[in-house]
């Protein structure tokens, strides 16, 4: 497991979370229980370290992922 990062905020329906090295698009979002929290929708901005855009799964609240720390399999 591999962590993602910390989800700094929530911006139209997404949680985005900053990270140096991106995982590919549609890679599945864990929590540190391995139960999934979403999906990787899109990596943005500088290339150095950019953004990551999850989009939450169905029973997963935005609100309660502000803050979270985020990981996905390796």
């Known amino acids: ?3 993602l990062g910390t989800v700094s905020r929530i911006a ?3 949680a985005i979370c900053r990270q140096a090295d991106p995982p590919s698009i549609g890679t599945t979002v864990l ?3 391995l139960q999934t929290l979403g ?3 899109d990596v943005f ?3 150095d370290q950019p953004y990551v855009a999850v989009s939450p799964a169905a029973d997963v609240s ?3 992922l502000l803050g979270e720390k985020l990981y996905v399999d390796t």
Do not use: F, S
């Open 1 to 3: 497991m591999k962590r």
């Open 12 to 14: 139209q329906g997404l």
């Open 31 to 33: 929590d540190q229980q």
């Open 39 to 41: 999906t990787v929708v």
């Open 45 to 47: 901005g500088p290339v």
């Open 62 to 64: 935005l609100a309660t």
